[in-house]
């Protein structure tokens, strides 16, 4: 599965090679990373990752992330991690977890007449999928299907399913057997065929930023770690998780073996001025305001996240002028910081605010990815504050 895409690697890297040849004269508005890590970036949005099948993804990133660590491993949930020790033996251990799947559908049925019954994977947007056509893991290859709608004018009805029902994707098949000839079967997975585009600037457009974003941001880190190794004031453990979009099941499982003490989370969450122009709706109101461009999110709710790490990670903020944002609500959603705390550790959350996450198409701006960079960057060369050296030693009570 990892060479699903490869040929196309070089066309979509294509565009962006033209487009910093064109923004030369406009560093402002060039992507704030180097070629190099835009090619690996654009090689991890060709790689289909969906919770549950995040093994082609995990091979990539351990190719490229364990020749820069001390030890590096995989586990039977499709975990992968990476471990860069510090001089200093008495250093605390740091767990840094980033999932590494993607939400998707699946393939749980075939009509007679060749369509396929498709459920998701996660919590994809229904209603976007009429958007763009998937990309299917055939047996034979990749193969691509979609959901048409039926013209509203001529069915009054509902356009889309709800509950158990399931999205009906057509890959041009005349039949059940014609489509099982395609490589196409129960179980099969898709995600979405759309090509990264960069928008305007330093805006990026693709799907799967949820969780591309994360790989890349923690191979941008290894790359940080073995260039900066006598430097660490902490012993930094770099997990790729995996099944997080269906019930944090991967870093449940990695938490529940090894236990880490103390733990930052990363992960994309949601820009919420996207929403400014829409109808007020009851649940909005909970959400703090945070916007792309802006810098990460620092989640500061202290009765969820460890303060100690929080608070050193806005002070460097504030002292590097690094941009950010503060959010002292509770989180919208679940994350892998739940698994932490679970198993009695410490963790704080952070991440790059993107739009439109679990549709098609999503949108970052990868300014914020690299002040998220460069603040971990800042933060794990920094020496520790005692409490959080206290923490790190103290005896856990396991539940």
């Given amino acids: 599965m990892i060479g ?25 508005t060039q992507p704030p990373f180097s070629g190099q890590s835009m090619e690996r970036l654009v090689s991890l949005l060709d790689i289909p ?13 351990l190719k490229h992330v364990a020749p820069l660590a001390d030890s590096s491993g995989t586990d039977a949930h499709q975990n992968a991690w990476a471990t860069f020790r510090s001089p200093d033996p008495d250093a605390p251990e740091l767990l840094i977890d980033a999932h590494a799947d993607e939400v998707g559908v699946v393939i749980a049925g075939i009509t007679p007449a060749g369509f396929l019954k498709v459920r998701p994977v996660g919590f994809p947007d229904f209603q976007s999928m009429l958007s763009c056509p998937y990309r299917f893991d055939g047996e034979h290859g990749p193969v691509t299907a979609f959901a048409g709608a039926v013209p509203g004018w001529w069915l009054n009805r509902e356009p889309l399913p709800s509950g158990e029902e399931y999205i009906l994707f057509d890959a041009g098949a005349s039949s059940a057997e014609e489509a099982r000839e395609m490589g196409l079967s129960v179980g099969r997975r898709g995600v979405p065929s759309t090509k990264p585009e960069l928008l305007h600037g330093t805006r990026l457009m693709a799907h799967g930023l949820d969780c591309r974003l994360n790989s890349f941001m923690l191979m941008e880190l290894a790359s940080f770690l073995s260039r900066h190794k006598k430097d660490l004031k902490y012993h930094v453990t770099l997990l790729s998780s995996s099944q997080e979009e269906t019930g944090l099941a991967g870093a449940t499982a990695y938490c529940g073996r090894n236990r880490p003490k103390l733990a930052i989370v990363i992960d994309c969450t949601l820009d919420t001025v996207q929403l400014d122009d829409l109808p007020p709706r009851e649940e909005n109101e909970r959400l703090s305001r945070q916007a792309m ?9 202290d ?6 790490i929080t608070a050193q990670l806005l002070q460097l903020a504030e002292e590097h002028g690094i941009s950010f944002q503060k959010n002292t609500a509770f989180p919208p959603g679940m994350a892998n910081f739940v698994p932490v705390k679970l198993y009695g550790g410490h963790a704080a959350f952070l991440g ?14 990868l300014k914020d990815v690299k002040a998220t960079l460069d603040l971990l960057g800042r933060f794990l060369c920094t020496p520790p504050s005692a409490e959080v050296k206290a923490a790190s030693v103290q005896k856990k009570e396991h539940p």
């Fill in 4 to 28: 699903w895409g490869m040929p196309s690697i070089r066309f979509l890297l294509l565009p962006l090679l033209l487009f910093n040849l064109c923004v030369a004269s406009m560093p402002e």
């Fill in 49 to 61: 990752s969906t919770s549950g099948a995040e093994a082609p993804l995990q091979q990539f990133w």
């Fill in 293 to 301: 461009g802006e810098g990460p999110v620092i989640f500061t709710h």
């Fill in 303 to 308: 009765k969820i996240f460890y303060q100690p």
């Fill in 352 to 365: 790059p605010p993107i739009r439109y996450m679990h549709s098609p198409r999503e949108l970052a701006d």
